[in-house]
């Protein structure tokens, strides 16, 4: 092999897996384009591990929704 070529991977650098996150968290998951609901296979189920902006929008949206749930749930604390 010359300096001027890489050595090839072997590997599909577009592969991926779905989002296990967003596979539980949202309900619209399956209406998703597949593309949408696919993450890189190397990063963990966030945000900016999926392959498309809309993927990574609709798992932000998730993750707010499921932050305000949490929000929502607890108790008010009152300040002195």
Do not use: N, W
């Not at 993450?39 to 900016?48: G, I, R």
């Not at 990574?56 to 929704?65: M, Q, T």
């Amino acid at each position: 092999m010359d300096l001027f070529h890489r050595q090839p991977e072997h590997a599909d650098p577009r592969s991926g897996r779905e989002c296990g996150f967003c596979s539980t968290m949202d309900p619209d998951f399956a209406s998703r384009r597949p593309i949408d609901r696919m993450v890189v296979h190397k990063l963990e189920d966030t945000a900016s591990a999926h392959l498309t902006e809309d993927g990574y929008v609709k798992h932000r949206i998730a993750e707010l929704v499921t932050k305000r749930a949490v929000m929502v749930a607890a108790p008010l604390q009152r300040s002195a």
